[in-house]
């Protein structure tokens, strides 16, 4: 039983940590074409910047 759900409680958080990566994903998306290219870094300096990064760091994007 315990282990049972356990295995639910990793699913939901992998499947949580996956929606916000998706959204993060499309935010970068969306805001990408608003910054000319020769301004982006590659570390973005505020920290939702630094936050998006690292999702797509993780993510390979």
Known sequence: ?????????TTDRVVGYHSVAKVCMIFQI?????VPSKQQSP????TDGRRLWA???CLDL
């Open 1 to 9: 039983g315990n282990f049972c759900s356990q295995e639910n409680t």
């Open 30 to 34: 969306l805001t990408a074409p608003a």
């Open 55 to 57: 999702y797509g760091s």
């Open 43 to 46: 570390v973005p300096s505020d």
